[in-house]
């Protein structure tokens, strides 16, 4: 494992968002969904692809709130181009679990 410096750590945007769309993706060669995350005022909504569909269907992640990174480069995944990278952890079956907070926060709320 690398060591960081907190000021590289401080470089990293995970902040709050609300999930405001979730499509199938089918053209993705991993099943995946395509989402739209709200982060507020001062970062707006961006666009991502996340390989979420083992644990989470279209409906359980509707207004979920999640962790997402939001100053990586947009990346174009076939025909969408992600803008965000939502965050979770793999359980011992390779299954996306999301980072979420544990309380609800505000939509762009920075991690402390």
């Given at each position: ?13 995970l902040r ?7 499509e199938d ?8 969904y ?6 507020g005022?001062e ?5 991502s692809?996340a ?6 269907s279209?409906d ?18 076939g025909p969408?181009r992600?803008?965000c990278?939502?965050?979770g952890f793999y359980n ?6 999301l ?8 939509n762009?709320?920075k991690?402390?």
């Amino acid at each position: 494992m690398e060591t960081i410096s907190w000021s590289d750590f401080e470089r990293v945007e995970l902040r709050v968002g609300t999930i405001i769309s979730v499509e199938d993706f089918p053209e993705a060669r991993k099943p995946a969904y395509k989402i739209e995350v709200d982060f507020g005022a001062e970062i707006g909504i961006k666009k991502s692809s996340a390989q979420i569909t083992d644990l989470y269907s279209k409906d359980d992640l509707m207004n979920r709130q999640i962790v997402g990174v939001v100053n990586f480069p947009a990346k174009q995944i076939g025909p969408v181009r992600s803008e965000c990278l939502i965050t979770g952890f793999y359980n011992d079956n390779g299954a996306v679990v999301l980072a979420v907070p544990e309380r609800a926060l505000g939509n762009g709320t920075k991690l402390a």
